[in-house]
């Protein structure tokens, strides 16, 4: 029995703990917003929190959970108003939108840790998330209008 | 850019909220197949299957509460479509945009027109329907208005959501009218009335993109997030060389994997399969991640069948013999070999793009229910009608027995087009009735059983003048049909994909031959965004830099001299079959002073000609395609360790009329970073018949760190009159000549064949 907090409520899996946390968000919890793209850590479409930190959820093990707080996009900002959203709508980032919950987990952790990023920091950070439709130059953008 | 106002989102809200009450009203019922006003035979659309329809009853309904309900007809995979078209409806209804709705069709073309959405046409082809469609019911309102106060309706006019009689100032807002609109008579065809261009609200200003709040927020459904009562999951194993099948396979260990619960073979197409699945052995479990282990947990055997021994490599081998010998023509004017003898310099070079996956972020997958001889398909198709017409064929059923809900596509590009998943999907439900079934492709499913960007050897010699001018032009180019998935493998390059920059090449040269070379399909083949223009205009696009090196011209001002004087050019004088993307010519003709707008446009924005740093330079390439002309210049740097990156970015796009020019900028932002990872990062490649890449980590695209550090798009304001063409692909061929272009000018290396790599390396 795997126990684990996520978005704030306390759950119990007692499934395989080796599952993908990505597939247990999605598959069992029904949180949809964290998205399956490569199931290698190479994408970052599945990004959420782990006790604040980025990690890619296809390669997190429910199990590696146990006794720690998941956040998924769902649960980023009780309102969807979060900064980076806003800054998101405001720059008009997403095209076909699929990567852009992992995109914001990722830039979430990244202004958490770094308030006001330099270009380079953004380039660290974010490199870990693909984006086919190529929305780069507007991640950016709204990534720095949401640090102010 | 327009600013998105923040009471957007609670707007949405509400509107979910109104519209659970809210009843329809002026769509009271939908028709049958009735026939449609009769359209306009100068456009394409009307040549595609169930051309178009523009009967408001059809598209537009209002609640009471005067909610205005649009529906979409066309996918939306990012390109803006489900924000685009009903923008368009609502311009002409005069409908308040923040009281609009956006309704999502089922696949249904006899009801809704023409659904495939691909060939850049959503906009081209339903601009006029859907004006038509919002004036109708604008008129039926304003009719409905009149009759209710007893006044002429030439006294009553729409104005924002309401009916406004100006000569006692009575107001009625849509919601009020809507019962009695819709038992107006709708207005024939001609007696349609327009808005002007300058009172135009929403077209050519545009709107945010309707879904984007729920995007954001993790609440957007896309094909993957279809959640139905005992939904289960399944992933398939599928023969991995292009025709092979299953020789035997043995589930027991499958089975024995907790959550699996069922084992099913289905049944593969042999070439040419058109839309039809691989076949293979699907495991279907309680959740992903059990039937991707139960998959693993399988032992299959494989008849690989006729492609085994096949080799990227040697293909391209092959390809590059082929380009060597004369091939057949598809364009000729003049005399190429006596201009190419007598030619004072001569210029040959050969080019080499891989095979592309699509790779949309999100792969493909579909959620199916079988039922009382029924079947429902949830996915993310960009032929919901291809879908639904195939789905019924493969099971046995009417098309009307299945019915396709679109969903948002997670990135399309042509992958979605070909809805052999959906289709599996479908297969799967009627093994298990009543119990829907998702079928999940892996990313490794996605990459290595795509339906691939051709592979193209591009081989063109040049000849020029004393003085440099371009004298002749020959191009051999030696690409895989993808018509081989819908029949005998023709072995040459159709009409079609020589119309995407071959043939329709614009250049003002004498004596010019385009010709092909044999070359047959070994893997499965299909269109990918912008398909055939990407080898085509990169080679044409090198060439015209090579050439105006060999000549010791600019790149631009030789550009500008190949595309000659502002004229017509008509290739089919040349004897060339142009298709013309489908449309008419004498509406959409290829236009050198379009060209040469945009590239002087492109040029300009980029500062062309100014200094720049050592190891860095600019490139500059120019394409129509989709009836649109869109102009690249890239300024790249290459450091030390032939690393490269992209400071700036500037494109010139004339599409002619358009509808949402942010949606054009955002379409020729990710056109770049599309091209850019074909010109440096990715391939397919084959052995032993197998697709090597897997996963991103071998098929690799761009990413932040390596993106442009800025793209600055200019769209060419043309005005309404000029009739508007396609934007989702037009960005794309481009940017990887303009990149190699740019690549010669910082450090005097050519490029000639792609991906780019480390070749600047050492």
């Known amino acids: 029995m795997v126990r684990l907090k996520v978005n704030g409520t306390e759950r119990s899996f007692d499934g395989d703990p080796a599952m993908p946390l990505l597939w247990y968000v999605r598959d069992v919890l029904g949180l949809t917003g964290t998205k399956y793209g490569c199931g290698i850590a190479q994408c970052g479409s599945c990004t959420v929190h782990l006790d604040g930190q980025a990690v890619r959820s296809c390669q997190t093990a429910v199990g590696d959970a146990e006794g720690k707080s998941v956040t998924t996009i769902e649960g980023l900002d009780p309102r969807g108003e979060h900064p980076l959203q806003k800054a998101w709508l405001a720059v008009g980032v997403p095209q076909c939108g699929y990567c852009q919950t992992g995109q914001i987990m990722s830039a979430a952790a990244l202004l958490k840790e770094t308030p006001k990023p330099t270009d380079e920091d953004i380039d660290n950070a974010m490199a870990g998330n693909i984006c086919r439709c190529g929305t780069y130059v507007r991640i950016r953008a709204a990534i720095k209008q949401a640090a102010g | 850019m327009f600013s998105v106002r923040i009471e957007n989102v609670s707007r949405r809200g509400m509107l979910r909220g109104l519209a659970a009450t809210g009843g329809l009203v002026l769509a009271a019922r939908f028709l049958p197949a009735g026939p449609a006003i009769a359209a306009d035979p100068k456009t394409g659309a009307d040549a595609m299957p169930h051309g178009t329809v523009n009967d408001p009853r059809v598209f537009v309904s209002i609640a009471p509460d005067g909610t205005v309900s649009i529906v979409c007809h066309r996918a939306e995979m990012g390109q803006g479509v489900r924000t685009g078209i009903p923008l368009i409806v609502a311009e002409e209804l005069e409908a308040d945009w923040s009281r609009v709705k956006v309704v999502q069709a089922i696949g249904h073309e006899e009801r809704y027109g023409n659904q495939d959405t691909d060939g850049s046409r959503s906009t081209r082809h339903f601009m006029k329907p859907m004006r038509e469609v919002g004036a109708a019911a604008r008129m039926m309102l304003e009719a409905a208005a009149a009759k209710r106060w007893n006044v002429d309706v030439k006294g009553v006019e729409a104005v924002n959501h309401q009916v406004v009689h100006h000569a006692t100032g009575r107001k009625l807002g849509y919601g009020e009218l809507a019962v009695e609109a819709a038992s107006m008579p709708v207005p024939a065809q001609e007696k349609l009335s327009f808005k002007r261009p300058q009172q135009f609200r929403y077209i050519g200003k545009g709107a945010p993109i309707v879904d984007g709040p729920d995007i954001v927020t993790g609440k957007a459904q896309y094909s993957i997030d279809v959640r139905l009562d005992g ?185 979605k087009s070909k809805p052999d998943f959906a289709i599996e999907a479908a297969i799967l439900a009627k093994e298990m009735p009543g119990t829907p079934i998702r079928v999940q492709w892996t ?68 004596n010019l031959r385009c010709e092909t070379g044999r070359a047959e399909a070994r893997v499965r083949l299909g269109w990918f965004r912008s398909v055939s223009n990407i080898p085509h205009a990169f080679a044409v696009q090198c060439m015209a830099a090579e050439m105006a090196h060999a000549a010791g011209r600019d790149a631009k001002d030789y550009l500008l001299e190949l595309l000659g004087p502002p004229r017509i050019v008509d290739p089919r004088k040349d004897g060339v079959e142009l298709w013309n993307y489908g449309d008419d010519f004498a509406v959409y003709p290829i236009d050198t002073a379009r060209l040469r707008r945009v590239v002087e446009l492109a040029a300009a924005s980029a500062r062309w000609g100014s200094p720049l740093p050592q190891r860095q330079g600019r490139g500059i390439a120019v394409h129509r395609s989709f009836l649109t002309y869109v102009a690249t210049v890239v300024h790249a740097a290459v450091d030390a360790n032939g690393e490269i990156s992209i400071p700036r970015v500037d494109v010139a796009v004339d599409c002619g009329a358009h509808v949402n020019p942010d949606r054009i900028r955002a379409q020729m932002e990710g056109a770049c970073v599309m091209g850019q990872s074909i010109a440096q990062k990715s391939e397919i490649t084959v052995k032993d018949g197998r697709i090597v890449e897997g996963n991103f980590d071998t098929f690799e695209l761009v990413r932040m760190n390596e993106a442009p550090k800025e793209i600055h798009v200019h769209i060419v304001e043309t005005g309404f009159d000029v009739p508007p063409a396609g934007v989702g692909e037009p960005g794309v061929p481009p940017f990887a000549p303009a990149l190699v272009n740019a690549l010669f000018a910082a450090t005097g290396k050519r490029i000639r064949q792609l991906p780019i790599r480390d070749q600047l390396a050492g």
Request: proline share 7%; charged share 25%.
């Open chain 2, 231 to 415: 939904l289960k999951y399944a992933v398939i194993a599928r023969p991995p060389v292009h025709g092979g099948k299953l020789r035997s396979f043995d589930a027991a260990e499958a089975l024995k994997v907790p959550g699996v619960e069922k084992v099913v073979e289905i049944a593969g197409t042999p070439p040419p399969a058109k839309f039809m699945p691989e076949g293979g052995v699907a495991v279907i479990a309680a959740n992903t991640w059990a039937a991707i282990k139960g998959r693993d947990a399988l032992k299959i055997e494989w008849d690989d069948g006729a492609n085994a021994a096949h080799d990227s490599a040697k293909y391209h081998a092959e390809m590059s013999a082929t380009a060597a010998k004369p091939g057949k023509t598809v364009r000729n004017h003049g005399n190429v070999e006596t201009a190419l003898e007598g030619a004072a310099k001569k210029l040959e070079a050969e080019y080499y793009i891989p095979h592309h996956a699509h790779a949309t972020m999100e792969p493909p997958s579909a959620t199916a229910r079988f039922a009382n001889g029924k079947c429902e398909v949830w996915t993310g198709v960009q032929s919901p009608q291809a879908a639904r017409d195939d789905t019924a064929k493969r099971l046995g059923l009417q098309p009307q027995d299945v019915t396709i809900h679109t969903t948002l596509l997670g990135g399309g590009f042509g992958r």
């Open chain 2, 443 to 510: 990313r490794e499913d996605d990459l290595q059983h795509d339906y691939y960007h051709t592979v193209s050897v591009e081989r063109i010699e040049a000849g020029l003048d004393a003085q440099g001018k371009a004298v002749a032009w020959r191009h051999r180019s030696v690409a895989p049909t993808l018509f081989s998935i819908f029949q005998p493998d023709p072995g040459h390059e159709s009409a079609l994909e020589v119309g995407m920059g071959l043939v329709d090449n614009p250049f003002d040269v004498a």
